[in-house]
Every structure is written in structure tokens, then in C-alpha cells.
């Protein structure tokens, strides 16, 4: 089956930094352009950002980007969420999603979500 | 403020039909991106539900529908059941902000 579960979430003081991990099986990590988004208590989805399957070209939405950045290790099916100069307004639950092949960012398989939360 | 716009809350009775929509513009679903549409039960991670505007993926009940018209596009589900009730987000691409943007979500409420 497929799955992604995601850990390094927890308690953060703004400024800080923290990577997430999403751990991929059941699946070709390498065939699939990955993503990354997050929900804030309450509120909705938020589309931070995605790597292509090589890891050659990332996006990244303006809000994050400068502070965030994606990377991959196909080696060992990880997608990671590397996060700098967080603020309180990055709390949230952070999921990452694999993308469906030949629709554009179409999330078919999502992770569990890992909580962020950033306080002094 | 979401790109995309969707009512905050429906209802409606079991086996009724309700329709959730999705308002957009020229620079995302009327720039002919495609929609993808999201259920997220309370607790839990979202799943996608529609892609591609139309198409379902394996296990998706027929009950579940998408269309799409110029700026707009729709969530139909047919024989609502209780189970039914979540949240539903739209999804689609803004090539003025060249990213992915999902809608406000709508709460779906089985009476």
C-alpha cells in the first residue's frame, strides 16, 4: 500500500529552524513529483510547495519562500521540508502528498500531517 | 482571502444532491488548469476525491461528480449519506501567482 508518514514536527520558538520528513513506501518514490502542504488550526489548505522527481527543479510559494526549502533523498524514498526564520503564523499541520502522473498537481496519496507549532 | 471562492457551509438532507462550487478566473480555472477536488473528514488528512475536473480515482463512489464552465467549476454528490459529511476543498494552478491554490473549503453537513 501506499504511504507516507511524516515526522519532525513539535515545539519551535520563532526564528528557529526545523526539518520534517516524509518517509514514502509502497510506492516509486522516484517516479513522482512530491509536495507540500499545510492546514493552520482551523483554517484551510495551503499549497507551500513540491520537487520534481530528480530533485532538479522545486517551487516554492512566496510566503515561505527564503525560509523553507525542499529536498529529496530517492536513495531512501525521503521527501524533506527544511524550515528557517519560522514564525508563529507557520503553525500548522504540515503533510506532504504525492502527485498524480500527467495531472497537474493532483495529490492522490497524502501523510498523516506532523504538527508544527511555533511559540516563545 | 482563497483564490479560488466556495461556500464556508451546505447541508442537505440523506439522498438529496447537493452541489459545491468553485469560483475562479482567467488566470487559474478559466485559463483551463485543471480542478481537483479534496475531502477531509474531521481529524484526518485530506483525499482526493475528483481529478483532472471529471475523473475519479479507484474507489471513489459514482455518486461523486466534477464539471467545470469558464471560471467556475462544481462538486455534485448524488444520494447523500452521513458519511458524507467533511470538509471539501477545490484545487487548481494560478498562472499570475504560479502556484497551486486550493479553495477556502466548504463544510458539508449531513441533517
Known amino acids: 500500500d501506499v504511504q507516507m508518514v511524516e515526522s519532525g514536527g513539535g515545539l519551535v520558538q520563532p526564528g528557529g529552524s526545523l526539518r520534517l520528513s516524509c518517509a514514502a513506501s509502497?510506492?516509486?518514490?522516484?517516479?513522482?513529483?512530491m509536495s507540500w502542504v499545510r492546514q493552520a488550526p482551523g483554517k484551510g489548505l495551503e499549497w507551500l510547495g513540491n520537487i520534481k522527481e530528480d530533485g532538479s527543479y522545486k517551487n516554492l510559494v512566496d510566503s515561505v519562500r527564503g525560509r523553507f526549502t525542499i529536498s529529496r533523498d530517492n536513495a531512501n524514498n525521503l521527501l524533506y521540508l527544511h524550515m528557517s526564520s519560522v514564525r508563529v503564523e507557520d503553525t500548522a499541520v504540515y503533510y506532504c502528498a504525492r502527485e498524480r502522473p500527467g495531472q497537474h498537481v493532483a495529490l492522490d496519496n497524502w501523510g498523516q500531517g506532523t504538527l508544527v507549532t511555533v511559540s516563545s | 482571502q482563497s483564490i479560488l471562492t466556495q461556500p464556508p457551509s451546505l447541508s442537505g438532507a440523506p439522498g438529496q444532491r447537493v452541489t459545491i462550487s468553485c469560483a475562479g478566473s482567467s488566470s487559474n480555472i478559466g485559463a483551463n488548469f485543471a480542478v481537483h477536488w479534496y475531502r477531509q473528514p474531521p481529524g484526518t488528512a485530506p483525499k482526493l476525491l475528483i481529478y483532472?475536473?471529471?475523473n475519479r480515482p479507484s474507489g471513489v463512489p459514482d455518486r461523486f461528480s466534477g464539471s467545470k464552465s469558464g471560471t467556475s467549476a462544481s462538486l455534485a454528490i448524488s444520494g447523500l449519506q452521513a458519511e458524507d459529511e467533511s470538509d471539501y476543498y477545490c484545487?487548481?494552478?494560478?498562472?499570475?501567482?504560479?502556484?497551486?491554490?486550493f479553495g477556502g473549503g466548504t463544510k458539508l453537513t449531513v441533517l
Open positions: 484545487q487548481s494552478y494560478d498562472n499570475s501567482l504560479r502556484a497551486v491554490v
Open positions: 483532472g475536473d471529471n
Open positions: 509502497g510506492f516509486s518514490f522516484s517516479s513522482h513529483w
